[in-house]
């Protein structure tokens, strides 16, 4: 098939580099973001589907706008039978769902109709949940709620961070969305509604979000952090500063209670205070220095007695 594939951070690019040394499917063009500012001095940097795009010469489309009149006209013009979707970053209306004659098939990170939006895999990790997934489905107008054509399972592990989990899926699902491509060329798979319930919501997560709250139970500050590492990145203030801050280790055994924020300095390491246990920090970054060990950091931060996070 003619397909035009769509997406714009890291975590496509396993599924375009499948696409474009499959013997069976033509990658006409990549739809892509337009390029963002990057890098400390904020200059437009290329999305990574762009730029796999441009080292394979392959042509690009970056609308600003992709709903436009102008910019469906442009699409139809390049003729595709499918348009693959991997976390392409904008709404696609009713104009351009209906150009290819095999729809948009769009690979989800998750279990359908589980977590629909933005965030799947940061909230799978911070709700708990033992597995997981990727879907492949049909779009249609509404949020993450069309048929789907095939599904992947996943363990999460218990050290998962978002990018851990993110990155194993971003394999597994690139083979199921080839997949779930051969089985519409041939004529021989057909989407199945998602049922009415189960379903979930998984919204993006803001800087603001990331923030720690240490007043919740020491598993659910611990499960937080690592949803959201690397990014936006959990973060905390102590004193006036802003630090960032690993993945954490829930300490059942810790040497003593401390209170929710309460800081505790031992030779075996840093803990923070929860609403239960306290946990054990693995390392700091203050702002504008490099990560460190905890232990390090506390000696150099030379911490004021009853020093608090929060």
């Known amino acids: 098939m003619r397909v035009v594939f769509a997406g714009t951070p890291e975590p496509a690019l396993p599924s375009l580099r499948r696409l474009l040394e499959s013997s069976r499917h033509d990658v006409v063009a990549v739809l892509t973001r337009p390029d963002a500012a990057a890098g400390r001095r904020g200059r437009p940097a290329p999305s990574p589907v762009a730029q796999v795009a441009l080292d394979n010469g392959i042509p690009l489309l970056r609308p600003a706008r992709p709903n ?24 696609l209306g009713d104009g351009l769902l209906a150009v290819p004659a095999n729809g948009w098939v769009n690979l989800h990170f998750s279990l359908l109709p589980a977590w629909r939006g933005a965030a799947p895999v940061q909230a ?5 949940d033992s597995v997981t997934g990727a879907t492949t489905f049909q779009i249609e107008p509404s949020l993450d709620s069309g048929p789907v054509y095939g599904v992947v399972t996943e363990t999460i592990r218990p050290t998962d961070t978002a990018g851990d989990l993110l990155g194993r899926l ?3 699902g690139a083979a199921l969305l080839e997949s ?7 004529g021989m798979l057909t989407a199945v509604p ?25 598993h659910v500050v611990e499960r937080r952090i690592r949803a959201v590492t690397p990014h936006p990145g959990a973060w905390t203030m102590i004193g006036d500063l802003r630090y960032k801050l690993a993945p954490v280790t829930v300490d059942t055994d810790a040497p003593e209670a401390l209170e929710p924020g309460e800081i505790g300095v031992t030779r075996d390491g840093v803990r923070v205070g929860t609403g239960s246990a306290p946990v054990l920090l693995s390392r700091v970054q203050p ?12 000696r150099g931060a030379r911490l004021a007695d009853g020093e608090r996070a929060r």
């Open 170 to 172: 971003s394999v597994s």
């Open 68 to 91: 436009t009149a102008e910019f469906v006209a442009e699409l139809a013009e390049v003729a595709p039978d499918c348009c693959a979707v991997v976390a392409y970053g904008a709404l």
């Open 124 to 128: 799978a990790i911070a709700a708990g």
């Open 287 to 298: 702002p504008g220095k490099k990560a460190m060990i905890a232990a390090d950091w506390a």
């Open 180 to 186: 779930t491509l051969d089985g519409i060329a041939d």
């Open 194 to 218: 998602q049922p009415s319930d189960g379903v979930t919501v998984a919204p993006k997560i803001s800087v603001d979000e990331a923030r720690i709250r240490w007043d919740l139970p020491a």
